[in-house]
C-alpha cells in the first residue's frame, strides 16, 4: 500500500509504501525510487526531505518537461530553464534584514461571499498553496526610517517572489507549513473579524502536483522571465518619476457617494 511520496535531494522522487511479509506476518516499510515515473503519482500525497532545495524541485520538473509544460503551463519551460542554467544568487552578500532563508508552500483559505449569489459563502484558496520566501531570523529590530520599530526583534520577515528571477532562489530550501488558517475574507463581516482567522488546525498535507503548481504560478505571476523583468521597469521607472517629481500625483479624495457604495 504506498503512503506517499517524498521529494529527495538530488532531485529524487521516492515513493513509501508498505508490503505484507508471508514469513513475518507483518507489514514492512519499504520505498522506491520512482523519480522516472513522477507523472503518474501527481495526485499522491507528498513530503519534502529536510534540505530539499528548489534547485531539487526544478530536476523534477525538468526530467518530465513535456509533460508539466502541459500540466502546469504559465511558462513553466522558461522559469525551469532559468532556474538551472543561470548563476545562483549568494544571500548572505545580501543586507541581513533583506536576506530570505527559506522557501515556504502554504495553504491560505478564505471564507467569502459567492460574487454571484451574495446570500452564499464559498470557501476558496484550496486550488493550490501560497508560494513565498521567509526572512532569517532577526538578531535585532528593524526600525522604520522615523525610529519606530517595523519588525521585532525574533520575528522572520515574509517575502513576495513574483518579481524574482528563479535562478536568484534556486538554493534555497523548500519547506510545507504545516499550520493552516482559514480567514473571513466577507467584507460585510463585524469589525475586527475581517481578515482574522475562524478556524486554524495543524496537519496539512499537500500532493506532487499542487507543491509543483504552487511554485510555478506563483513565480510566473507576473508572467515569464522576459515579462517579469519588463514590468519591473516600469514599476522601478515609476517610482524613480515620483521621487524626483517628474510624475504628477493626483489627490484622491473619499466621497460621500463611494461610502456608500462600500456599506
Same mark, same amino acid.
Given at each position: 500500500?504506498?503512503?506517499?511520496?517524498? +521529494?529527495?535531494?538530488?532531485?529524487?522522487? +521516492?515513493?513509501?509504501?508498505?508490503?505484507? $511479509?508471508?514469513?513475518?506476518?507483518?507489514? =514492512? $516499510?519499504?520505498?522506491?525510487?520512482?523519480? *522516472?515515473?513522477?507523472?503518474?503519482?501527481?495526485?499522491? @500525497?507528498?513530503?519534502?526531505?529536510?534540505?530539499?532545495?528548489?534547485?531539487?524541485? /526544478?530536476?523534477?520538473?525538468?526530467?518530465?518537461?513535456?509533460?508539466?509544460?502541459?500540466?502546469?503551463?504559465?511558462?513553466?519551460?522558461?522559469?525551469?530553464? =532559468?532556474?538551472? $542554467?543561470?548563476?545562483? @544568487? *549568494?544571500?548572505?552578500?545580501?543586507?541581513?534584514?533583506?536576506?530570505?532563508?527559506?522557501?515556504?508552500?502554504?495553504?491560505?483559505?478564505?471564507?467569502?461571499? *459567492?460574487?454571484? %449569489?451574495?446570500?452564499?459563502? +464559498?470557501?476558496?484558496?484550496?486550488?493550490?498553496? *501560497?508560494?513565498?520566501?521567509?526572512?532569517?531570523?532577526?538578531?535585532?529590530?528593524?526600525?522604520?526610517?522615523?525610529?519606530?520599530?517595523?519588525?521585532?526583534?525574533?520575528?522572520?520577515?515574509?517575502?513576495?517572489?513574483? /518579481?524574482?528571477?528563479? $535562478?536568484?532562489?534556486?538554493?534555497?530550501?523548500?519547506?510545507?507549513?504545516?499550520?493552516?488558517? +482559514?480567514?473571513?475574507? %466577507?467584507?460585510?463581516?463585524?469589525?475586527?473579524?475581517?481578515?482574522?482567522?475562524?478556524?486554524?488546525?495543524?496537519?496539512?498535507?499537500?500532493?506532487?502536483?499542487?507543491?509543483?503548481?504552487?511554485?510555478?504560478?506563483?513565480?510566473?505571476?507576473?508572467?515569464?522571465?522576459?515579462?517579469?523583468?519588463?514590468?519591473?521597469?516600469?514599476?522601478?521607472?515609476?517610482?524613480? %518619476?515620483? @521621487?524626483?517629481?517628474?510624475?504628477?500625483?493626483?489627490?484622491?479624495?473619499?466621497? @460621500?457617494? %463611494?461610502?456608500?457604495?462600500?456599506?
Amino acid at each position: 500500500m504506498i503512503e506517499g511520496l517524498e +521529494i529527495r535531494k538530488g532531485g529524487k522522487l +521516492i515513493k513509501l509504501y508498505t508490503e505484507y $511479509n508471508e514469513q513475518t506476518e507483518e507489514c =514492512e $516499510n519499504k520505498e522506491e525510487d520512482i523519480t *522516472d515515473l513522477a507523472p503518474k503519482f501527481v495526485f499522491e @500525497k507528498c513530503t519534502l526531505e529536510d534540505g530539499v532545495t528548489l534547485k531539487d524541485i /526544478f530536476t523534477i520538473i525538468n526530467e518530465h518537461m513535456t509533460f508539466f509544460e502541459v500540466l502546469i503551463g504559465n511558462w513553466c519551460t522558461e522559469i525551469v530553464e =532559468e532556474g538551472l $542554467n543561470k548563476k545562483a @544568487k *549568494d544571500w548572505s552578500l545580501e543586507p541581513y534584514h533583506e536576506q530570505i532563508d527559506y522557501l515556504e508552500l502554504r495553504w491560505q483559505l478564505r471564507h467569502d461571499v *459567492d460574487y454571484e %449569489d451574495s446570500n452564499k459563502t +464559498i470557501l476558496a484558496g484550496f486550488s493550490f498553496p *501560497d508560494f513565498h520566501g521567509v526572512g532569517v531570523e532577526l538578531k535585532e529590530d528593524k526600525m522604520f526610517e522615523w525610529g519606530e520599530v517595523e519588525w521585532p526583534k525574533g520575528e522572520r520577515i515574509p517575502w513576495g517572489i513574483s /518579481f524574482s528571477a528563479a $535562478n536568484d532562489l534556486i538554493s534555497l530550501p523548500v519547506k510545507l507549513e504545516q499550520h493552516i488558517d +482559514i480567514c473571513n475574507d %466577507d467584507v460585510k463581516a463585524p469589525a475586527g473579524k475581517w481578515g482574522f482567522p475562524m478556524h486554524s488546525w495543524d496537519g496539512c498535507e499537500y500532493t506532487l502536483g499542487q507543491i509543483l503548481y504552487g511554485i510555478i504560478w506563483e513565480m510566473s505571476f507576473m508572467g515569464g522571465p522576459k515579462d517579469r523583468e519588463k514590468k519591473s521597469k516600469e514599476i522601478m521607472q515609476a517610482a524613480d %518619476d515620483v @521621487k524626483s517629481g517628474k510624475a504628477k500625483l493626483v489627490p484622491f479624495e473619499l466621497t @460621500k457617494e %463611494d461610502s456608500k457604495d462600500d456599506e
